[in-house]
């Protein structure tokens, strides 16, 4: 009996250690189902199901982790505000990477064309860092300001910028700021060819790769890698081939060769790029809601996702192609749409429009091929800067191949609006261990209140709107004081709910920070000056940064 209770024991405690049995309860209050990923029969032309945590979100939520932005109604109870989506703006004076150098030409084409590879803000050197690909060759630039591009005379290849030299297609660099090993500082994922593999390479400064350190199966020509930080999972964001797509039979029907994308996880980035047959899930593609640019009796297709953690969520950046008459004119007019996860799979995607468009100017650097970067933006005091791909003319025709910037207000993709008078909006219950509500809002017209309800309803003195000091402003980083009271502190743990009460204004999202610096403990994307890490830890103190001084004089 004692045996037998003893194999009992051993028994269930190596059940608890397998991750598929366990239940998750992530940073957000979502509760993961203990199947994860989630399987789906299969991708189809209709809209994914809404996100399970928008039909039933936690009884409370912490918010803790980052900035709080309101892409999707997890946060909201009710609201009479509008809901405006935001597009990004292209900087003037695109392409900011455009080829240059002798080595940057390949036929009729020059290539200085980031794809995806990645845009990074290094905080140990203190500059903007670039990779992209010209023709088999992955090469590196840096940057001051994030606009104005040095490529550097570097060891690798004699007299040039190229930092590796293999036959692929597009890579993603990834600069690991939780990594504790120095020598892996930054990894370089990309597709080689004609093998059809992912190959892995490690560095320290980004610019010697060293040796090959693991490679995949044969996968699509388009896969691209990224960090969750809130699960401490790397994803391999895969395009449907031999890796085990499943497509349904009326999305094949549509275009043989469709594109979709496939999932798998796995805590190590080696891991990540050891799956087995059968074992990538699948994942996303487009649907009936993405249009078609022309009727040419083609679905729009899913090109890439790449993903990157931005404040308290996963920001999903879709390369979606709409489809073309004529391929040898025009290079795929893929544009980036965005979406948003709170688990790291599942996505809701409120509007199909572009936040960065193709442009429709045949003579433009972007008219074809737009696409993301990996790393997804870098937050610049107020703006993120979302770097992209751009293709002039067609494939087989003399053209470029070039690395573009378009700038969003930080936190900017979605504001709630009351731009017709008055409205107001109540969160859901939240908690919060901090002191200090701020919101990034634009009242500069209008004015914000804000009150503190408890779960009935009723608001909590002295939080209330009478007791809260008028915002009019346009700040990103806005403090939210009340007449007798220091702080929130009081109501620190205890579940409460924000009302913010708008006129003539956008408000962006709202965050409780345990400093009065306002940092939101959210993670930045591929980072920004200032910033010490791969989260907000100094809130204001990116104004602080030399650079930033230097260009706000």
């Not at 803790?64 to 609201?79: A, M, N, P, W």
């Not at 500059?127 to 060759?137: D, E």
């Not at 429009?353 to 990996?374: F, M, Y």
Request: glycine share 10%; proline share 8%; net charge neutral.
């Amino acid at each position: 009996m004692e045996n037998r209770k003893l194999q009992s024991a051993l028994i269930l405690a190596w059940l608890l250690t397998l991750p598929a049995l366990r239940a998750e309860t992530l940073y957000n209050g979502i509760e993961l189902p203990s199947e994860w990923p989630p399987r789906i029969p299969a991708v189809t032309p209709e809209p994914q199901e809404t996100p399970p945590y928008l039909l039933s979100p936690p009884a409370v939520i912490p918010i803790d982790v980052g900035r709080q932005l309101f892409v999707d109604y997890f946060l909201i109870e009710k609201t009479d505000l509008r809901r405006h989506f935001h597009t990004a703006h292209y900087y003037p004076a695109n392409p900011v990477i455009r080829p240059d150098k002798n080595w940057e030409f390949h036929g009729q084409r020059g290539q200085s064309m980031a794809f995806s590879d990645g845009v990074w803000y290094d905080p140990a050197s203190h500059l903007f860092k670039a990779w992209y690909v010209s023709g088999p060759n992955t090469l590196y630039a840096t940057s001051d300001d994030g606009v104005h591009w040095v490529k550097p005379v570097l060891d690798v290849q004699a007299g040039t910028n190229i930092v590796h030299a293999d036959k692929r297609d597009s890579s993603t660099v990834w600069l690991d700021l939780e990594e504790k090993d120095p020598s892996r500082r930054f990894k370089l994922v990309f597709y080689r060819r004609p093998a059809g593999v992912l190959v892995l390479y490690f560095s320290a400064d980004g610019i010697h790769w060293g040796n090959e350190i693991a490679s995949s199966l044969p996968t699509g020509d388009r896969t691209t890698v990224f960090w969750n930080p809130f699960r401490k999972v790397w994803v391999a964001s895969l395009r449907a081939s031999s890796a085990g797509a499943v497509i349904a039979p009326e999305y094949r029907a549509a275009n043989e060769k469709q594109r979709i994308r496939n999932y798998f996880e796995n805590p190590d980035l080696i891991g990540a790029l050891h799956w087995k047959e059968g074992q990538p899930v699948p994942w996303i593609g487009a649907d009936r809601l993405d249009a078609a640019r022309v009727d040419i009796g083609v679905r729009p297709e899913l090109y890439n996702l790449d993903a990157t953690p931005y404040e308290s969520l996963m920001l999903g950046l879709f390369s979606v192609w709409r489809g073309q008459p004529n391929r040898d004119l025009r290079d795929k007019p893929n544009e980036i749409v965005v979406g948003f996860s709170r688990d790291g799979f599942h996505w809701d995607k409120p509007f199909r429009k572009a936040l960065i468009p193709v442009s429709e100017h045949p003579d433009a650097w972007n008219w074809g091929n737009v696409q993301s970067v990996g790393g997804g933006c870098v937050v610049v005091r107020d703006r993120l800067y979302f770097y992209m791909s751009g293709r002039s003319a067609g494939p087989y025709v003399p053209g470029t191949d070039a690395t573009g910037l378009a700038t969003l207000r930080r936190d900017g993709f979605i504001s709630m609006d009351a731009d017709r008078g008055r409205g107001s909006l109540t969160t859901r219950p939240v908690r919060f261990s901090g002191k200090h509500l701020f919101v990034n809002v634009n009242s500069a017209e209008g004015e914000l209140g804000v009150e503190v309800l408890d779960q009935g309803g009723r608001a909590i003195a002295p939080f209330t709107l009478d007791n809260c000091l008028p915002i009019r402003v346009d700040n990103t980083l806005q403090i939210v004081a009340w007449r007798g009271a220091t702080d929130l502190g009081s109501l620190a743990g205890t579940p409460v709910k924000f009302r913010f009460h708008l006129r003539d204004g956008s408000l962006y999202s709202f965050w409780v920070s345990p400093d009065r610096s306002g940092a939101s403990y959210g993670y930045v994307a591929a980072g920004g000056p200032g910033f010490t890490g791969p989260t907000d830890t100094v809130g204001r103190g990116i104004y602080d940064h030399g650079w930033v001084k230097k260009a706000l004089n």
